[in-house]
């Protein structure tokens, strides 16, 4: 239970991050267009979204692997060393899976 509750604070700080960036950028680009009477075009706001979003999707992934899944060891901060360690033990799952 101790490395599942670490596991949901990283996915929501490196998640919650980029997916709360991309709601604020919301009102920005309208405020912008409408309020400024800025001309940019409609695919700048799709790739901004689509990165936010998208890094959203990168952030759940991340807070998962770079989490200690030691319940004994809390870890780093950012958790560079546990991703380092725990991502090859899900490959070798996933190879041990497909024979």
């Known amino acids: 239970m101790v490395v599942v509750d670490r596991m949901f604070k990283r996915v929501l700080t490196f998640a919650g991050a980029p997916v709360a960036l991309g709601m604020v950028l919301f009102p920005v680009f309208w405020y912008l267009k409408v309020v400024q009477k800025l001309e940019y075009p409609l695919w700048v706001v799709y790739v901004t979204q689509a990165a936010m979003f998208g890094g959203g999707l990168l952030g759940i ?36 899976q497909q024979q």
């Not at 780093?76 to 899900?90: D, F, V």
């Open 61 to 96: 992934t991340y807070g998962i692997l770079s989490t200690s899944w030691d319940p004994r060891r809390e870890g780093s901060a950012l958790g560079w060393q546990e991703l380092k360690a725990n991502l090859p033990i899900l490959l070798s799952k996933n190879k041990e």
